[in-house]
């Protein structure tokens, strides 16, 4: 069992910037895909970015491709999210997930384990 804490939400401006981080419990953090998504109000809910669990790979879709970041610190159980250049479109809570040496980062049934969620608000 993991459990997944997010924090670092917030309001800033637009331009502005934040992290996000996510907080795994257990012993195995470092075998799982961490991965970022987020939902809008009224939208479905989509991927933002992922990290493989050795890190050697990274995956943004096109939206954040340039101003988002995710790393991740196995010695702490933590992934982040390093948000840059944030736009009002970005509004959305930002989900940490987890996924068993999950392989294909964008499906997000491949995930086992879900934070509950962390607000991001960017005002413009």
């Known amino acids: 069992q993991v459990q997944l804490v997010e924090s670092g939400g917030g309001l800033v401006q637009a331009g502005g910037a934040l992290r996000l981080s996510c907080l795994a419990s257990g012993s195995t953090f470092s075998s799982y895909t961490m991965a970022w998504f987020r939902q809008a109000p009224g939208k479905e809910r989509e991927f933002v970015a992922a990290?493989?669990?050795?890190?050697?790979?990274?995956y943004y879709p096109d939206s954040v491709k340039g101003r988002f970041t995710i790393s991740r610190d196995n010695a702490k159980n933590t992934v982040y999210l390093q948000m840059n250049s944030l736009k009002p479109e970005d509004t959305a809570v930002y989900y940490c997930a987890a996924g068993w040496r999950t392989t294909n980062v964008l499906q997000q049934t491949n995930y086992d384990y879900w934070g509950q969620g962390t607000q991001v608000t960017v005002s413009s």
């Open positions: 990290i493989t669990w050795s890190g050697a790979g990274t």
